[in-house]
């Protein structure tokens, strides 16, 4: 599918009504995303939202492979590499990530029906965009995760508050270990709501069209729909993976230090669930400076509201862009792909208590950028 990054279109509805549809469209880099789809984003999601024969909103991505693998990591690592001053935010870095999360947070608050289909890849960025679906779609293909720890960053994009909201203990072992989450899990974790078949996405967008949008009950008839493709594709729903391990996460919970719960879960028995051990072996190759921030934001972002989250989580990017952590491990996964990351610390215990708080300041002078008019 050639043309722009994203595309757009309204479909006509038998009421006469439109369906505004945005499709992700950089299939080859698996839809992530750049600035320049989350700037196209932003301005038609906003001016559909003002528009009354606007009925709802479907977002997907092109090809089959992707929903969206998450942000465009590559360019942001060009951006550190080039930085004049490596001491300071990279301009470019810091309006991605000021308008990345301006565009979750806006999802989020969508005053129309607002439908994700969460095929195939669904990670970091991607699971930015789905979180704040009313209605979110998953399928056979879906893979779901937020995998940062593998690139010294920490897990963005509002999960400071989606991870907080899952099951007891299951954030915090997705954020330490970057864990695949298969459509089963996501919808049983409440990271999804819905399941379809990925090959009846021309079917459903028909049958969005034949909602009565302008009736009472159009959010109702929505439901239902999805709620009947769900049940006719239920026997394609894979085996859950996760959901073996929901009670053991209670266990995870009530660790009191990042140290114990590093230790807990790599004591998880795993001889024979290949999903475990590969999530152990992320753990164990991962960041200890991610695995710190993971711990600290869930603590802090328990207590604060989405927006609050957001918030925090801009200062802890910010931060990133100019320490060399998250430089290195894009490097070591996606330049160089040497898989050897030489992060700036052997162990989690060796990361000063000072460097953690450092994420948590302002990066900025003045009011805080996602207060800032815009």
């Known amino acids: 599918m050639l043309g722009a990054p994203v595309l757009f279109e309204e479909l006509a509805c038998a009421d006469g009504s439109k369906l505004g549809i945005a499709t992700l469209n950089l299939p080859k880099a698996l839809n992530s995303l750049n600035l320049t789809m989350v700037e196209l984003l932003l301005e038609k999601l906003r001016f559909w939202a003002n528009q009354d024969h606007i009925s709802a909103v479907l977002l997907k991505g092109a090809g089959e492979k992707a929903f969206c693998a998450g942000g465009d990591v590559v360019s942001l690592y060009n ?88 099951p007891k203990g299951c954030g915090l072992f997705c954020g330490l270990t970057g864990a695949m989450i298969n459509a089963s899990d996501a919808i049983e974790l409440g990271l999804a709501d819905y399941f379809n078949s990925a090959e009846n996405l021309n079917s459903f967008v028909s049958e969005l069209k034949n909602i009565e949008w302008k009736a009472r009950d159009a959010s109702k008839q929505l439901d239902q729909l999805c709620q009947v493709k769900h049940a006719a594709n239920d026997d394609l729903m894979p085996e859950a993976q996760f959901k073996l391990h929901v009670k053991a996460m209670q266990g995870l919970a009530q660790c009191t230090s990042l140290s114990q719960a590093v230790s807990y879960i790599l004591q998880m028995p795993s001889t024979d669930d290949k999903w475990l051990a590969k ?80 994420f948590f300041e302002p990066q900025w002078d003045g009011e805080h950028p996602l207060l800032a008019k815009s």
Not at 301 to 319: D, H, I, K, N, T
Not at 327 to 355: C, F, H, N, T
């Open 79 to 166: 951006a550190m590499k080039d930085n004049e001053d490596p001491s300071s935010v990279p301009d470019m870095a810091a309006t991605f990530f000021r308008e990345e999360y301006k565009l979750d947070n806006f999802i989020h608050e969508y005053p129309k029906p607002f439908i994700v289909w969460g095929s195939g890849i669904v990670m970091g960025g991607g699971m930015g965009l789905l979180m704040g679906a009313s209605h979110r779609i998953v399928t056979e293909t879906s893979r779901l995760a937020m995998p940062e720890i593998t690139i010294g960053l920490f897990p963005d994009v509002g999960g400071s508050y989606f991870l907080n909201r899952m």
């Open 279 to 358: 999530a152990q072996k992320n753990l164990k190759a991962g960041s200890p400076i991610t695995m710190h921030l993971v711990y600290q934001q869930l603590q802090k972002g328990a207590v604060l509201s989405l927006a609050q989250c957001f918030q925090m989580e801009l200062a802890m990017a910010y931060r990133s862009t100019t320490l060399g952590e998250f430089q290195e491990g894009v490097r070591a996964l996606l330049i160089d792909k040497d898989m050897q990351p030489k992060w700036q610390y052997a162990s989690p215990d060796d990361v000063p208590s000072a460097l953690v708080e450092s």
